[in-house]
């Protein structure tokens, strides 16, 4: 609903008015938040130093009234490799051991919308996540798990549309109405033109596709959360903090603009946009992000595009430990620096995280590695305290400085992406990834010249036995590809003929491309097969020279 109530004055106010009204319809989780030593944890210290206390505008505190004192974020791990009976009984293993949430990978073929017996696929199927080829491959993922009691986070750019369809219909064999569903899907295609590569389709094409998903799940999946804006792998690729932040946030503003355009509007799609950010090894900056990204989102939602809903003003995000500073020397040493990462994340008020493993920089994590990434949240969770407080940090001087500098930095260059003609044209000109290059080569070059210390690499060095590496099955591909096989055999072609043909029609005109993409996928039609169809109508990205 629009807020039109006058917002507290002062921590007193706020603790006997919204936090109270908070309480009644989320109680805390505990009763007894205090110390070790007995001593009584308030739910929240200080004032709001710009006008906004927890879950109120511009939401620099955070985007609700309890935050963890009602419940705690929500623990995933990323799972996803050779084939999906695999993924399926790691899925499982992490919800026995204490996960809530499912977060899906996806092999290199599947992201970039080729079936595992294309030829460009080859070496590459369930490498790096799960292959799936059609609806059949979805149902053994997910055997056994019913869809309607788990949140799941499925990370899909240029074939998001594909999968999200494979979802849904999998749901309604389930006999789950696709209304009861609740997740994420990725969807963020510019970021894969910035930083990552896995695209496909041109830019413009692309763009159509995400707003027809949001149109889509708006009337369909309204409790899916149709597109995580993403700074994680803009990071990856060797950004700063504040560069992630506002290319994060210029993409945002584009797929707003581009949905308005398409006739929704911001107060449609507001409440239903996540965003996905990378957690690195400086635990104040990257505090200071998440506190400037939420009120920075909050401000551009309202003032910009004048949404007047409060779900449309917050910012909620995941968080992923970052990928790219862990090590392959001293792998244990990760085990340290992913639980700085997921401090910071959780003290600067994230809704859901992932933890990477000790041993990712060597290969796919095993599953006691796995194991003990999760249980570093449930330790953080239970025992460090962090969660007992609201936003805790807010109001330390270095803490409230740091969450201005880097709003103002991210301004400054925000501006500049605007200046080029906002962050599609930054990116086909290549401007934002020439960026995000220099970014990397600095970082790289302060290593190598000593002057930024990594434990273990350029200082600090020991000779280690080589450590345990997780090998996917080799002949899970195979079973990948008579499984595709055994589908194509099994389907009804004249079916798959008559869907594929409908998603033909629809790409050259202007219809919604998720209902006739939907038919194909229950048809089991294939990604390729769909992919396909859609480049024979949109063409192919040809990447600007970067460099």
């Not at 999200?164 to 109405?177: E, P």
């Not at 950004?239 to 932040?245: N, R």
């Not at 962050?423 to 290059?437: D, F, K, N």
Request: hydrophobic share 40%.
């Amino acid at each position: 609903m629009p807020s039109d109530k006058t917002p507290p004055t002062d921590r007193a106010a706020w603790l006997a008015g919204p936090y109270r009204a908070a309480l009644e319809r989320h109680p805390e989780r505990r009763s007894d938040f205090e110390t070790p030593s007995g001593l009584p944890c308030e739910p929240l210290y200080g004032e709001a130093p710009d006008g906004g206390f927890p879950g109120q505008y511009p939401y620099t505190r955070g985007v609700q009234p309890t935050m963890y004192r009602g419940r705690l974020w929500t623990m995933r791990q990323y799972a996803g490799f050779s084939n999906a009976r695999k993924t399926n009984e790691r899925f499982r293993l992490l919800l026995d051991g204490g996960q809530t949430g499912l977060s899906t990978a996806f092999d290199l073929p599947t992201q970039i919308g080729y079936d595992s017996d294309h030829p460009l696929a080859a070496g590459e199927v369930g490498k790096v996540g799960v292959p799936v080829n059609s609806l059949a491959d979805l149902e053994r993922l997910f055997d056994g798990i019913p869809l309607g009691g788990v949140s799941t986070s499925m990370t899909i750019n240029a074939t998001a549309a594909f999968l999200l369809c494979g979802y849904v219909a999998l749901a309604k064999s389930q006999g789950v109405d696709p209304t009861a569903l609740r997740g994420t899907i990725q969807n963020d295609i510019l970021k894969e033109y910035a930083a990552r590569g896995n695209y496909r389709f041109p830019v413009g094409p692309s763009m159509r596709i995400t707003t027809d998903l949001m149109a889509f799940c708006k009337e369909n999946v309204p409790r899916w959360n149709t597109i995580s804006i993403s700074g994680y792998h803009i990071r990856e690729a060797g950004s700063t903090a504040v560069q992630e932040l506002a290319f994060t946030l210029s993409n945002g503003r584009a797929y707003v603009r581009a949905a308005i355009e398409a006739g929704l509007s911001a107060d449609e799609i507001g409440p239903r946009l996540s965003f996905f950010f990378n957690a690195h090894n400086h635990l104040f900056e990257e505090v200071a992000k998440f506190r400037a990204a939420r009120r920075m989102w909050a401000r551009i939602m309202r003032e910009e595009f004048g949404a007047t809903h409060e779900r449309s003003w917050m910012l909620r995000f995941h968080t992923q430990t970052a990928g790219s500073m862990l090590t392959s020397q001293q792998p244990d040493n990760n085990v340290v620096r992913v639980t700085v990462q997921a401090l910071a994340a959780i003290l600067g008020g994230t809704q859901s995280l992932h933890t990477n493993s000790r041993d990712e920089a060597l290969g796919l994590p095993t599953q006691a590695s796995a194991r003990l990434a999760l249980r570093t949240q449930h330790v953080l969770a239970h025992e460090s305290g962090v969660a007992d407080v609201i936003d805790p940090l807010g109001g330390a001087p270095y803490i409230e400085a740091l969450t201005d500098e880097v709003e103002e930095e991210t301004r400054r260059l925000m501006a500049e992406v605007d200046e080029r003609g906002g962050a599609v044209a930054a990116i086909e000109e290549g401007w934002m990834q020439r960026e995000i290059h220099r970014a990397a080569l600095a970082w790289q070059r302060s290593v190598e010249r000593g002057e930024r210390t990594i434990v273990g690499v350029n200082e600090y060095q020991t000779e280690e036995p080589e450590p345990e590496v997780f090998r996917p099955d080799p002949a899970a591909a195979e079973e990948v590809l008579a499984d595709l096989a055994r589908a194509r055999a099994e389907r009804d072609g004249e079916r798959v003929e008559a869907a594929l043909v409908a998603l033909a029609d629809a790409a050259r005109g202007t219809q919604n491309l998720l209902e006739p993409m939907l038919a194909a996928v229950e048809a089991f039609a294939t990604v390729g097969e769909v992919c396909d169809v859609l480049e024979k109508q949109f063409g192919r990205y040809d990447p600007p020279e970067v460099l």
